[in-house]
């Protein structure tokens, strides 16, 4: 009993070899390249992706230098702006200084020229006073309560000039 009988498996032997060459011959060129071609094209996506990894990692770092130039730049604008709106408020205010003191001066100027009228007007007025006060006297002969009569009259008279 013989469980293996060589007829048969020199059969197989040949079969196998047969269909191995076959297979090399036929199938096995296509089937490598097709998994050559398949192992090139992923390759390739892999670079292809860390190609734009790459690029979108460099267009990051340049948009966020741009971002800090331009957040820079707006700091500085606004620097520059509250810095003018300083100068102008104090120009604002020393010219309102300016014009408050020239008119303070021309106040003041107009009050001495008023009150050098007034003197004026009064010593006018003293001295009408006192010409018709001596009218009066050269006028009349005067006793003493006369006179005083007379006195009273003129200081009462420049008292209500005041």
Known sequence: MNLVDIRQ?????????????ILRRYAWGPVMGMLEARREKIAGEFKE?????????????????????????ARQRLQEAVAEGQRVAGEIRAQAQRDA???????????????????EALKLQVVALSI????K??????????QRKLAGEFIDEVGALR
């Open 137 to 146: 006297i050269l006028r009349q002969k005067l006793d003493d309560p006369a």
């Open 9 to 21: 498996v020199v059969t197989q032997i040949l079969g196998f070899l047969l269909m191995v060459w």
């Open 132 to 135: 018709r006060t001596a009218e």
């Open 49 to 73: 992706a860390d190609r734009l990894k790459a690029e979108a990692l460099g267009l990051k770092t340049r948009y966020e230098a741009d971002l800090k130039g331009i957040e820079a730049q």
């Open 101 to 119: 003191a020239v008119r303070m001066e021309r106040a003041a100027d107009e009050i001495v020229r008023e009150r050098e009228k007034a003197k």
